[in-house]
């Protein structure tokens, strides 16, 4: 049971290019989010889907886009990366259970944009 | 204000005395919270939820909620250096019916051997 893999682990890009990050559960989950995560700022959510077939924008979302290409994947794409987006990105999924839950993360994205 | 809110520290205790990591938020209508773990270049990891107010107990660790004070605590029993992360307290704010959850930025546990 592999739970939320991220791909690629690291990255750098050079300013202006464009770039997608891959997230996939294998937990029948139905909700799935994008996070980035800065010194000082903690973890703040770039956009979450709470199901297939939808998706919402979440504290952080200029710069960035996403699809839920279907129940298990969740991707996010830098159309133009600024180095403001260097940043360490976090997927994550979770499912409703008898009213209480957590969130499943994957293992992190490293992006530098230089 | 933060909606979620924790000291940085760095907190540093000694190896086998209690740590005490503190959480408060902002809205009222709140109703579940998380304690999650972070090892240094690592992802977060869910060590305890709590919904109702008064203490939740698992192994050496005990969350404890106060909704009217709106904190939410995690008490760590005889710390030891491998629980020395961060942690980070999480909120499920009212309203809507999505799972999302706003992050406190993070307290860090130093455990000294």
């Known amino acids: 049971n592999a739970g939320v893999t991220q791909t690629p682990k690291f990255q750098v890009l050079k300013t202006g290019q464009s770039m997608t990050l891959q997230c996939a559960q294998d937990m029948n989950h139905n909700s799935m989010y994008w996070y980035r995560q800065d010194p000082g700022m903690g973890l703040r959510l770039i956009y979450y889907s709470a199901s297939e077939g939808t998706t919402d924008k979440g504290e952080v979302p200029n710069g960035y886009n996403v699809s839920r290409l279907n129940k298990r994947e969740f991707s996010l794409r830098l159309e133009s990366a600024a180095p403001s987006q260097t940043s360490v990105y976090f997927c994550?999924?979770?499912?409703?259970?008898?009213?209480?839950?957590?969130?499943?993360f994957g293992s992190g994205t490293r992006l530098t944009v230089v | 204000q933060k909606e979620v809110e924790q000291n940085s520290g760095p907190l540093s205790v000694p190896e086998g005395a209690i740590a005490s990591l503190n959480c408060t938020y902002s809205?009222?209508?709140?109703?579940?919270f998380f304690w999650y773990r972070q090892y240094s270049g690592k992802s977060p990891e869910l060590i305890m939820f709590?919904?109702?107010?008064g203490d939740k107990e698992d192994g050496r660790f005990t969350a404890q909620l106060n909704k009217a004070s709106q904190y939410v605590s995690l008490l760590i029993r005889d710390s030891q250096p491998s629980d020395s992360a961060t942690y980070l307290c999480a909120v499920k704010m009212s309203g809507g019916a999505t799972n999302k959850l706003i992050f406190g930025t993070g307290t860090l546990l130093a455990v000294q051997p």
């Open positions: 709590i919904y109702s107010n």
């Open positions: 994550a999924s979770s499912e409703w259970d008898r009213g209480l839950y957590g969130y499943t």
């Open positions: 809205d009222r209508g709140s109703q579940s």
